[in-house]
């Protein structure tokens, strides 16, 4: 297992821009998952990219991955308020292997 | 079903007391783990198992034990606390055929 960085550790927008935040990993993976976490709440799993992927759509969410770069990127459109939050990547082999967490983002949009 | 729970959600102890954190998981996973959380940091994976009887270190397994008697929980125990153990912890769970991760709702602890 391995652990994603996310970058930047911060970032703050107003409602309706669009946020975006980054993930690089150093060896190869399966797939790679983004996760959210509200204050003080567990997370919650939002989407996953396998390797063969590319890119990703689930509803305002967009995610691209770049193996060859070992990067992925997380694009969340026309945000929200209640998009606040800390937001994580996961680099994974799949199986039972454990999920390791970075830092993560935190995301912060202003009404 | 209720997914992942967590008890207590919140817990006092002192220094030196043990406390043993539950948690529990409906969806007949296979795959349990457990995570801290401190401010400004990542998860850090503390014990995971894969199966029942099935258990293994994550990155911060020391003050820690765990065990994994059935499928449906996954207990966490602490055996002498130490203010440096003050921390959210949380559950997660995932099914063999799935790389998603189902988390628990948090146990604030604070070791005084």
């Known amino acids: 297992s391995q652990q994603g960085e996310e970058d930047p550790q911060a970032l703050s927008i107003q409602e309706g821009e669009n946020a975006t935040m980054n993930c690089s990993y150093k060896?190869?993976?399966?797939?790679l998952q983004w996760y959210r976490q509200n204050s003080g709440r567990g997370l919650v799993h939002l989407i996953l990219i396998r390797s063969n992927e590319r890119e990703k759509h689930s509803g305002r969410l967009r995610v691209t991955l770049d193996t060859s770069k070992k990067s992925s990127s997380l694009l969340i459109t026309a945000s929200r308020a209640a998009d606040t939050a800390s937001y994580f990547c996961?680099?994974?082999?799949?199986?039972?292997?454990?999920?390791?967490f970075g830092k993560g983002t935190k995301l912060t949009v202003n009404p | 079903n209720a997914g992942v729970t967590q008890t207590p959600k919140f817990q006092v102890l002192k220094t030196g007391q043990s406390m043993t954190l539950q948690c529990a998981q409906d969806?007949?996973?296979?795959?349990m783990s457990w995570y801290r959380q401190d401010p400004g940091m990542g998860l850090r994976l503390i014990h995971y198992s894969v199966g029942a009887g099935i258990t293994d270190q994550g990155e911060v397994p020391n003050g820690y034990n765990v065990s994994r008697s059935t499928t449906e929980d996954f207990p966490l125990r602490l055996l002498s606390a130490a203010p440096s153990q003050t921390s959210v912890y949380f559950c997660?769970?995932?099914?063999?055929?799935?790389?998603?991760?189902?988390f628990g709702p948090g146990t604030r602890l604070t070791v005084l």
């Open positions: 969806m007949n996973h296979e795959y």
């Open positions: 996961a680099p994974g082999q799949g199986g039972s292997e454990k999920l390791v």
């Open positions: 997660a769970t995932r099914g063999h055929s799935t790389d998603t991760q189902y």
């Open positions: 060896t190869s993976i399966n797939n």
